[in-house]
């Protein structure tokens, strides 16, 4: 059991200033969601009927490949703790490539609504859809600029298990990418 005198002497994961901006990102989807459900409010009908347009196996997809590279971030922070770079590393670099199959099923899911007819003027649910989908898309982008980053830097050996909060700072922030996903993949893919 841990007693609070250790507790005074542990840091916060990561860095304080990821933890800033992780709360920044959490209040501006809190914003988006809350538009979310005024509009479901005023349009029921679209809501009801908008998910049965959409591809849910893009959906499906990009879940997996989040929490899969989530999973992989895990794996990488455990291994820096324990000085295995080269095996933090691979770690990472999993966690980047699962990553960047988000944008490219995002890509070939959105070719195939406009194929369909399934743009932002198609209606409100779909201007939700894509408003708060591709504003997610933009957070997981920085993610993927940060995890290249990190694993430029455990490539040059900058991490160790003294002083890694700069990889750890990126896990979370990846796996706040992950919980969001976690909550918009219902909203349009699978509630009525």
Same mark, same amino acid.
């Given at each position: 059991m841990t007693t609070a005198a250790e507790l005074v002497g542990e840091s916060v994961p990561g860095n304080r200033g990821i933890w800033v901006g992780i709360?920044?990102?959490?209040?501006?989807?809190?914003?988006?969601?809350?538009?979310?459900?005024?509009?479901?409010?005023?349009?029921?009908a679209a809501?009801?009927?908008?998910p049965d347009?959409?591809?849910?196996?893009?959906?499906?997809?990009?879940?997996?490949? #989040?929490?899969?590279?989530?999973?992989?971030?895990?794996?990488?922070?455990?291994?820096?703790?324990?000085?295995?770079?080269?095996?933090t590393l691979r770690w990472?670099?999993?966690?980047?490539?699962?990553?960047?199959?988000?944008?490219?099923?995002?890509?070939?899911?959105?070719?195939?609504?406009v194929a369909h007819g399934i743009d932002g003027a198609a209606g409100i649910f779909y201007t939700v859809y894509y408003y708060l989908t591709l504003n997610h898309l933009v957070h997981v982008s920085w993610g993927l600029l940060g995890l290249a980053w990190v694993a430029t830097?455990?490539?040059?050996?900058?991490?160790?298990?003294?002083?890694?909060?700069? #990889?750890?700072?990126?896990?979370?922030?990846?796996?706040?990418?992950d919980v969001l996903w976690l909550i918009i993949f219902p909203f349009f893919y699978v509630l009525r």
């Open positions: 709360f920044c990102v959490l209040v501006e989807f809190l914003l988006l969601f809350c538009v979310y459900f005024i509009a479901k409010a005023h349009h029921p809501f009801e009927r908008g347009q959409l591809a849910t196996v893009a959906g499906v997809t990009i879940t997996l490949l #989040l929490l899969t590279s989530g999973y992989c971030m895990v794996k990488a922070v455990a291994a820096i703790r324990r000085d295995a770079r080269r095996a990472v670099l999993a966690a980047l490539l699962l990553g960047l199959g988000y944008p490219c099923v995002k890509f070939f899911e959105i070719r195939w609504n830097r455990t490539a040059l050996g900058v991490y160790s298990s003294r002083d890694y909060s700069g #990889l750890e700072a990126a896990a979370m922030y990846w796996h706040s990418t």
